[in-house]
């Protein structure tokens, strides 16, 4: 089945700093890619997804981009804010409604 | 617009005891439902899901089960609970329809099990 591989684990960056999670999967099936947030004690919500006919997609400050070739995708946070600290999910589709999560990157901006 | 109801959203039981986590969902039809399990520290293990009524996909061999009575009511139950259950679970539904495409998940706020 499909087994998707999160890096880093924790990531701590200065504000105004850029961040920068990547993750990889295994099934080549997989043709849809979300990301999301999950605040301490809430539930994850979506910040960001990307279909597989797209190479990069933006939205103000948060972009993926994703490499069918070498099956990997990444989330890009730009001029980090104190609320962006969060814990932050990538996630697989293999196959039409089954999606399969990364094990998370806690993300901790420095003032 | 859609809304999503859990419950509980704490819960404490001691080990051998049966378990029933509910979730609906509203303003939609047909919702793909799903039942994920979050480990403290840990990410976010898909259990369960469902793209209609009887129709259950399992994930993970273990002493849970799931079941989908109605539309949008999607149901996680155990009849001896271990040590190793306690987590944060977590309901969430999509849209369903679409066989090239996924569409995103929406969670609810969760249930915090603690097995004594």
């Known amino acids: 089945g499909e087994n998707v591989e999160q890096h880093p684990s924790t990531l701590s960056v200065q504000e105004g700093d850029s961040a920068v999670i990547k993750c990889t999967y295994s099934d080549s099936a997989s043709n849809y890619f979300p990301w999301y947030k999950q605040e301490l004690g809430k539930r994850p919500q979506l910040i960001i997804d990307i279909r597989s006919n797209v190479g990069e997609k933006k939205d103000q400050r948060i972009a993926v981009t994703l490499n069918k070739t070498a099956k990997h995708f990444s989330l890009h946070i730009t001029e980090t804010q104190p609320e962006d600290s969060a814990v932050y999910f990538c996630?697989?589709?293999?196959?039409?409604?089954?999606?399969?999560f990364g094990s998370g990157t806690r993300l901790s901006i420095r003032p | 617009s859609q809304t999503i109801h859990q419950w509980p959203a704490t819960l404490v039981q001691p080990v051998g005891s049966p378990l029933s986590l509910e979730c609906t969902v509203e303003?939609?039809?047909?919702?793909?439902l799903y039942w994920y399990r979050q480990a403290a520290g840990r990410g976010l293990q898909l259990l369960f899901y469902s793209v209609g009524i009887g129709q259950i996909s399992s994930e993970v061999p273990q002493n849970l089960s799931a079941s989908r009575p109605q539309d949008r009511q999607f149901i996680l139950s155990s009849k001896k609970l271990l040590l190793s259950d306690s987590g944060f679970y977590l309901c969430?539904?999509?849209?369903?329809?679409?066989?090239?495409?996924?569409?995103?998940?929406?969670f609810g706020n969760g249930t915090r099990l603690t097995v004594t």
């Open positions: 996630a697989a589709s293999p196959r039409a409604s089954k999606i399969i």
């Open positions: 303003g939609t039809s047909n919702p793909n």
């Open positions: 969430a539904w999509s849209v369903s329809g679409s066989s090239s495409y996924n569409s995103p998940l929406h």
